[in-house]
C-alpha cells in the first residue's frame, strides 16, 4: 500500500474515535479485548449471525451448528437467508475460499476458515473452489514467481491434510490456472472492466505508486465467486450462486465482488465471515506468520507449543496469585481461554473453565496446561498427515475437472 494511503486507513476515525484497522493487509486494534466487531459490522454494512440465523442454519441441516458459529467466531454474513433457501429448494450453489501462500508453514490461525469450511461442505454436500493467491503474494512481497507457485503447492498439502474430498473439491494456483482456463481469463477481464482505479483506491487504499498488478489484483480474486470461472465444475453455467467462508478482513474483495456481480451477469456472492485468531501476546492484532513467536505453527513440535504458550501466552489472570484468587481472571483478554473457544469441543467442559477461572477458582497455569494438552495432539496428528501427502496427490487436486456434481 502507498504511505499516504496507508496513513489515511490508519487514521481513519468514526464518530470522533480512532476506528481499529481492518483490511487484507493489516489489522490493528488499541484495545485489549481486540477489534470492535460490532462496530465493523456496521461500518462494512454486512449483517450479524444472530440466533434466529443460527435457529434456521439448524432447522435446514438437521444438526447442530458448528462450534465456531455457535460461539460467535464466524459472526457476520451477506445472504445467508439467499443460501439456506436455495439448500431447502434442491438447488445447487457452490462454495470458495482460499489462501495467500507467503510462508511454507502455516499457523493455527490459517486453519479455522478451512475447518469451518470443511463442516459446510460435508454438511451441504456441494463443489468447493480453493484459490491459491501465489500471484498476490509476488506482487505483494519479496517472492520470486517460481517460488510463490512452489509455496502455493506446498500450503495445498495442508489443506488436503485437513481431509477435503477429491472428487469434490478443486484446488487452484492463480499463476498456473491462469493460463490453463480461458473461461477464467475471461472473467477476471469482465470484472476489471467494470472497476475504476479510483473505485480500488478508495476501497483498498493504492496509490500512485503501488504497481499496476496490485491495481488489477482485486480483479482475480473477484473472479472465482462467478461459476463462469470454472466451465468444468459447473457445465459451463454462469449463474450459480456462491459462498465464500473468510476471515473479516477480505471482506472489501467481496464488497466490489458484489458491486460488480449483476453488470456481468452473475449472482452476488453470499459470505460468512470470521474475526481474527489473535496473536499470543494478546488481541490487539492477528497472528502472523511473520513472527514467530506471535504463533504457534503447524511445523512446532510438541515442546516448541508448550513453551510458547508457557511464554508467551498473554494471561487475563491476577498478577500474583492472591490477587487472583481475590479478583478472578478476565477471559475476554486471556488469550489461552480465547484459544480454547476456537478448538475445545466440550462446551460443558469451555463454560466450566470460564466460569471457574473468572471466578478466580481457576490459575491461568491450568488453563495453560488444558490449551497445551490439546494442541499438542492436534498439531502432530496434522504432522503426520501432512506428511503422507504426495505430489501426486496434490496435482489431482490441482487438475481442472469434473467433479462428482452434475450440472
Ligand atoms: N487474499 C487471501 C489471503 O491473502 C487469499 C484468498 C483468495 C481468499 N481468495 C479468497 C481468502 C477467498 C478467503 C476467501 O489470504
Given at each position: 500500500m502507498a504511505e499516504d494511503a496507508a496513513k489515511?486507513?490508519?487514521?481513519?476515525?468514526?464518530?470522533?474515535?480512532?476506528?481499529?484497522?481492518?483490511?487484507?493487509?493489516?489489522?490493528?486494534?488499541?484495545?485489549a479485548t481486540g477489534v470492535d466487531y460490532d462496530k465493523l459490522v456496521e461500518r462494512f454494512g454486512s449483517s450479524k449471525i444472530d440466533d434466529e440465523l443460527i435457529a434456521r442454519i439448524e432447522k435446514v441441516t438437521g444438526k447442530p451448528v458448528h462450534h465456531l458459529v455457535r460461539r460467535g467466531i464466524f459472526f457476520s454474513h451477506r445472504d445467508m437467508h439467499t443460501i439456506l433457501t436455495l439448500y431447502e429448494q434442491k438447488?445447487?450453489?457452490?462454495?470458495?475460499?482460499?489462501?495467500?501462500?507467503?510462508?511454507?508453514?502455516?499457523?493455527?490461525g490459517h486453519l479455522i476458515p478451512f475447518i469451518f469450511t470443511k463442516w459446510l461442505q460435508e454438511t451441504f454436500n456441494v463443489p468447493l473452489v480453493i484459490q491459491l493467491t501465489d500471484d498476490e503474494k509476488f506482487l505483494w512481497k519479496d517472492l520470486s514467481i517460481d517460488e510463490a507457485y512452489r509455496l502455493a503447492r506446498e500450503n495445498a498439502k495442508d489443506?488436503?491434510?485437513?481431509?477435503?474430498?477429491?472428487?469434490?473439491?478443486?484446488?487452484?494456483?492463480?499463476?498456473?490456472?491462469?493460463?490453463?482456463?480461458?473461461a477464467f481469463y475471461r472473467t477476471v477481464c469482465r470484472v476489471q472492466k467494470c472497476v475504476t482505479f479510483n473505485q480500488v483506491?478508495?476501497?483498498?487504499?493504492?496509490g500512485d505508486s503501488d504497481c499496476i498488478g496490485k491495481i488489477s489484483f482485486p480483479a482475480i480474486q473477484?473472479?472465482?465467486?462467478?461459476?463462469?470461472s470454472f466451465p468444468e465444475i459447473f457445465n459451463k453455467k454462469a449463474d450459480i450462486p456462491?459462498?465464500?467462508?473468510?476471515?473479516?478482513d477480505q471482506d472489501p474483495y467481496f464488497r466490489m465482488t458484489r458491486d460488480v456481480a449483476p453488470r456481468i451477469g452473475g449472482k452476488k456472492p453470499a459470505l460468512l465471515h470470521s474475526m481474527f485468531f489473535p496473536a499470543l501476546q494478546g488481541a490487539q492484532t492477528k497472528m502472523s506468520a511473520s513472527d514467530p513467536n506471535s504463533s504457534i505453527f503447524l511445523t512446532d513440535t510438541n515442546n516448541q507449543i508448550k513453551n510458547k504458550i508457557n511464554k508467551y501466552a498473554f494471561s487475563g489472570g491476577g498478577a500474583t496469585v492472591e490477587e487472583h484468587k481475590e479478583k478472578g481472571g478476565n477471559c475476554d483478554v486471556d488469550v489461552s481461554y480465547q484459544y480454547l473457544t476456537f478448538f475445545m469441543e466440550d462446551d460443558a467442559k469451555l463454560a466450566e473453565i470460564k466460569k471457574t477461572y473468572t471466578s478466580g477458582?481457576?490459575?491461568?497455569?491450568?488453563?495453560?496446561?488444558?490449551?497445551?494438552?490439546?494442541?499438542?495432539?492436534?498439531?502432530?496428528a496434522h504432522r503426520e498427515r501432512r506428511q503422507k501427502i504426495t505430489e501426486e496427490e496434490v496435482t489431482q487436486f490441482m487438475t481442472p475437472r469434473k467433479l462428482i456434481y452434475d450440472y
Open positions: 489515511e486507513v490508519e487514521n481513519l476515525k468514526v464518530d470522533g474515535e480512532v476506528a481499529d484497522v481492518v483490511n487484507p493487509w493489516e489489522v490493528t486494534t488499541s484495545s438447488k445447487p450453489f457452490y462454495l470458495y475460499t482460499g489462501r495467500g501462500p507467503s510462508s511454507t508453514s502455516l499457523h493455527l489443506i488436503i491434510a485437513l481431509g477435503f474430498d477429491v472428487n469434490k473439491t478443486f484446488i487452484f494456483s492463480d499463476l498456473e490456472y491462469m493460463g490453463q482456463s480461458r483506491k478508495g476501497i483498498f487504499g493504492f473477484a473472479a472465482p465467486s462467478f461459476s463462469s456462491c459462498l465464500i467462508p473468510c476471515a473479516i477458582e481457576l490459575l491461568t497455569g491450568y488453563l495453560k496446561k488444558e490449551l497445551i494438552g490439546i494442541l499438542q495432539p492436534l498439531v502432530a
